[in-house]
């Protein structure tokens, strides 16, 4: 076993789900990741929790969408709900071993049985829950490294020192908390928002594992300028690269993308809401060193910034409304973020760096 | 995948257990079989059913009885106490990589913790439940066999001819349900003892997959003669060889092993109902043709009897009480089984068979 799983399993124990005596604990995995599964347990049982471990195959849940008829499709498994309400805490760890293999399932199915599921969710959302993700051949495919280089990736995104990432975070959120203007400047790039009286929210390592972003939501009709993505997003399995969004009065008024410009187009008007950011983000995770087609992991590169359009996150106080929330993210290596005039960050270095 | 999973997983389905649609079904895994797991999960969403697959690795279970305390030992799981209440069908698939990974857990630990558990074993009993296997390298090795060799050895037990087995098993217990007395000789062996007015049962495929014994509750102050137990018992993880038991007035008066005749003594001095009969079976499954240590499958192999020593069925209308429930098989490819005086099998060959 990778030695460094022990170090993974504390901090979901403990960091990030801070399990107790007594809780009952729900330990998701789909196709890999038994072996963090067992030392997550195992940690768990160490404190007095009480730990089950549930494993949906990818196959078997594409054979569901195949073979489920519509009255299986649109009823909720009453003895899935039980468990999940009578249950603490909830780790779900992503471990496909083939990241594409929904890619054939009819997206209205997979829609449909969201709607069915929706009061489990919201049960899960009820409880201490957090989502990571073990190093699969899959994801590193899709990270175009090896299997070994990519366990190197993702346990130096999620074995950092915390307590200074957290005290980082803390200070930023605290500089956000106090800003009325942001203004982000670099290649192609010069625009203008607002977060005033907005919460901003210091992302992890609690419901995500690897954490390491600070994210707020934008007045909705103060985003001004124009802004470029450098590093492509990717939506239902398709990448969208060379994005460039034009904003006035908070609403996206042009817009181009080098390649799959169509979908860009498509996700723009979904709906009303997601004409407008949903959300501004700062990853501030230095251990994340690559950009792997993995949002779980992209929006925390350390010195990059993200946008969202479409629906805001109500913590964050946001308003914005939207069937979508969608993530491109820019690398501020060249470029500056200004708070109320303030340059906070400067070619990938915060003020307080050395 | 193997191919013969998708039979494998139809005969659980539809003839074990019965799911019908909207049965919520729990599918339980050790720490291989996902693939059957798999198989069976959609063949439950096939017929209209909601399945769910636990996962509990070996090592996860030799880790909780190393790190639990009294209090997490003696608390029983409400999440997963709840999960049991709501399902309607239990899937139980042995799949251990290593048969031995509890051989170091101090036993009193385990008794300890079923105990704790025992409103969940019998909440479980009370559903529509079935216990199999997957092959494994492990099982192969208790079997001495290679893996491949082993796979062939556990679906030639399980996928056979099941409405001929059946056939059988219902002509073997409409015999033994009017017979008072059954005479077993063979080797070293001549016992009597009395089935009258007792239940037979016809063992599956239902609650055990491989199924193919029939089995009742001997009368018990009625053996009388001695018996030699050609195949081992097992009994935690020890052998036992060779057994010669001696009965007068049901009561073993005299006893011998070739080998482990230390423990034999222990378990037959267990309490009052260890000296006792507490099951004759008939095994009928001829797919079975090898003895493996694994009592799921030896029990049933093909001409062969087994006598269990404590605890007898209540469905079969026994009345012996024990601690202990302790199965020993006999081969009778030489010798008969006679029931009131007619030769129901001679030399393995049943007085039907060609």
């Not at 495919?141 to 803390?170: N, P, R, T």
Request: proline share 2%; hydrophobic share 35%; aromatic share 8%.
């Amino acid at each position: 076993m990778d030695s460094r799983l022990y170090d993974f399993a504390k901090l979901i124990v403990h960091t990030s789900t801070k399990v107790k005596r007594g809780d009952n604990v729900i330990i998701q995995i789909i196709d890999e990741g038994q072996d963090l599964a067992t030392e997550i347990y195992k940690e768990v049982v160490h404190v007095g929790g009480h730990p089950l471990i549930i494993s949906t195959p990818s196959e078997a849940t594409r054979g569901f969408y195949e073979i489920a008829d519509d009255e299986t499709i649109t009823t909720m498994p009453k003895h899935y709900f039980n468990l999940v309400e009578a249950s603490d805490v909830i780790i779900s760890i992503r471990s496909n071993i083939n990241t594409k293999s929904l890619s054939n399932v009819n997206p209205k199915r997979i829609s449909l049985r969201s709607k069915t599921l929706k009061k489990l969710q919201e049960e899960r959302l009820s409880k201490r829950w957090c989502l990571t993700q073990y190093p699969t051949a899959g994801y590193a495919q899709d990270a175009e490294m090896s299997l070994k280089e990519y366990e190197d990736f993702v346990y130096s995104a999620i074995l950092i020192d915390w307590d200074e990432q957290i005290k980082i975070m803390k200070k930023l959120k605290e500089i956000m908390d106090e800003t009325n203007e942001v203004r982000l400047i670099g290649e192609d790039t010069d625009l203008t928002l607002s977060i005033n009286g907005r919460n901003s929210i210091v992302g992890g390592p609690t419901h995500n594992v690897p954490g390491g972003e600070v994210f707020t939501a934008p007045i909705e009709n103060s985003a001004e300028g124009e802004i470029f993505f450098d590093l492509s997003s990717v939506v239902y399995g398709n990448e969208v690269e060379g994005i460039k969004l034009t904003f006035e009065r908070g609403k996206i008024v042009d817009y181009s993308a080098n390649r799959n410009e169509k979908l860009l187009k498509s996700m723009i008007e979904t709906d009303e809401g997601s004409r407008r950011l949903g959300e501004l983000g700062i990853g501030t995770n230095r251990g994340i060193k690559k950009f792997t087609k993995n949002i779980l992991f992209d929006e925390k590169i350390g010195d990059t910034i993200h946008l969202a359009i479409g629906r805001s996150y109500k913590e964050c106080l946001g308003v914005n409304d939207s069937a979508i929330h969608w993530d491109m993210i820019k690398t501020m290596k060249i470029g500056k973020i200004i708070m109320d005039g303030f340059v906070v960050q400067e070619n990938g270095k915060f003020f307080w760096d050395a």
